[in-house]
C-alpha cells in the first residue's frame, strides 16, 4: 500500500500523483484516460482499456504418485483461474504415461488446450474469456441440468432401466465440466473489480451467493450421478422400501432450487448472525423398516442412527485402499462398482468430494 497526500491547484481542484511501477505494470502512459468513482467510502480509479492480467501456475510431475494428485492439481490450478498451467518433469525428461495422465485429467475441464509439448515439459492455456459469460444464467443453466440428472437416475432405480441409468451417469460427468467452470468463473470474478462489471454481478457478495449455490448444485448432481452408476450394475430388483427412500428424497432434492430465497433474501441471511437466521433443520424421512441399526453414522462419531438416516451397503475401503474403512451389511443388490476409469478404491461417491475449493 502507497500513501500519497492529497495537492491543490491553482484553480482549486485537487490531484494526487501515482508510482511509477503501478503505471509500469499496468502498461500505461502519459495521455491514457483513467475512469475515477466512489465505491463504499473509497475512491477508485481504473483504467478505461485495462487489459487483464494473466495468471499461470507450474507442477512438478515427478512429485505427484498418480492420475489422482495430477487431476487435483490441473483441476484446482483452473479452478483458481490461472490461464497457463505449465508441467514440467524436475529430472528434464517426461515419461509417455505422464503424457496419459495428463490428458486423461483434461477430459474433466472445459475450454482447455495443450500450447506446448515437449519432451520435459506440457503447457496447457486456457481459451475461455470469463467475460463472455453470465454467471446468473450459468448457475441457472446447471440447476436445471443436475435436476434432470436426479429425475433420471430415480426414473432407473424405479425401472429397472439400465441404459436410462448409464446416461444419467454420463450426463452427470458432464455436468462436473460445467461445475467446475463455474467455480473458476466466480474465483475471477471475486478477484477481479472489472470482470464483476463485465459480468453484470453489483459486489462481491453476489459472487458469494451463487458460489454457495453452485456447490450446493454440485453436490446433487455428483451424488445423482453415483445414484446412476450404481443402479446401472444392479443384477436384481431393490428392495421397494429402498426405492420409496429414495424416491421422497430426491423430491425434497428437487424442491430445495425452487423453494430457495431470492438473491437479496440469502445476502441478508448470510450477513445475519447464525442464531437469528431463522434456520429450520430438514426433519428426516422416515424409515418404513423403523431400523435403529448402527450405532455410528458415517461422518459423526457416537451419534445412533435414526430412522431417517440410510446405510449403504457393502464394503468400503479406506483412503489408501485398503479395507480398513467403513463397513455395512450385505450389499443390496449386483457387485459394487467403482469410479470411472477402473478405479475400484471406493464404490461410493465419497463426502468430501465438493471440500477443498470446489475439486471433485
Not at 507450474?58 to 490461464?83: C, V
Request: hydrophobic residues 35%; aromatic residues 4%.
Amino acid at each position: 500500500m502507497q500513501v500519497r497526500k492529497i495537492q491543490a491547484t491553482a484553480s482549486g481542484t485537487f490531484m494526487i500523483t501515482v508510482p511509477k511501477e503501478w503505471v509500469e505494470r499496468l502498461q500505461l502512459k502519459k495521455g491514457d484516460l483513467v475512469s475515477t468513482e466512489i465505491d463504499e467510502g473509497s475512491l477508485v480509479i481504473t483504467p478505461t482499456s485495462a487489459r487483464r492480467v494473466g495468471h499461470s501456475r507450474t507442477i512438478d510431475i515427478d512429485q505427484l504418485k498418480d492420475q489422482r494428485f495430477l487431476d487435483l492439481s490441473i483441476t484446482a490450478s483452473y479452478i483458481q483461474g490461472n490461464d497457463v498451467t505449465r508441467i514440467f518433469s524436475s529430472t528434464n525428461k517426461m515419461q509417455p504415461n505422464h503424457k496419459q495422465m495428463i490428458r486423461n485429467a483434461l477430459e474433466g475441464i472445459m475450454g482447455v488446450e495443450v500450447s506446448e509439448d515437449y519432451a520435459d515439459h506440457v503447457e496447457l492455456i486456457n481459451l475461455i474469456d470469463p467475460a463472455k459469460f453470465s454467471l446468473l444464467d450459468t448457475v441457472k443453466r446447471f440447476s436445471a441440468t443436475s435436476a434432470a440428472v436426479v429425475r433420471d437416475a430415480v426414473t432407473a432405480l424405479e425401472s429397472g432401466d439400465a441404459s436410462l441409468a448409464r446416461d444419467a451417469h454420463s450426463r452427470g460427468s458432464e455436468s462436473i465440466k460445467l461445475y467446475r467452470l463455474m467455480m473458476r468463473l466466480a474465483f475471477q470474478a471475486a478477484k477481479s473489480r472489472k470482470l464483476r462489471e463485465e459480468m453484470k454481478l453489483s459486489d462481491v457478495s453476489e459472487v458469494i451467493v451463487m458460489t454457495i449455490a453452485t456447490r450446493e448444485l454440485g453436490r446433487i448432481a455428483y451424488y445423482a450421478m453415483w445414484i446412476g452408476q450404481h443402479v446401472a450394475a444392479l443384477t436384481q430388483k431393490p428392495d421397494r422400501n429402498l426405492v420409496s427412500v429414495v424416491q421422497r428424497m430426491s423430491k425434497v432434492e428437487l424442491r430445495l432450487p425452487e423453494d430457495a430465497p431470492g438473491e437479496a433474501v440469502l445476502r441478508e441471511r448470510l450477513q445475519a448472525p447464525r442464531g437469528v437466521r431463522g434456520e429450520e433443520r430438514v426433519p428426516p424421512i422416515a424409515d418404513p423398516q423403523g431400523h435403529q441399526g448402527d450405532s455410528r453414522v458415517r461422518g459423526r462419531a457416537g451419534r445412533r442412527r435414526g430412522p431417517g438416516d440410510i446405510r449403504v451397503a457393502g464394503e468400503f475401503g479406506g483412503p489408501d485402499g485398503s479395507k480398513e474403512g467403513r463397513r455395512a451389511g450385505p450389499a443390496v443388490g449386483g457387485p459394487a462398482v467403482g469410479r470411472p476409469g477402473g478405479d475400484k478404491r471406493s464404490p461410493e461417491p465419497r463426502r468430501g468430494g465438493l471440500a477443498a475449493g470446489g475439486v471433485f
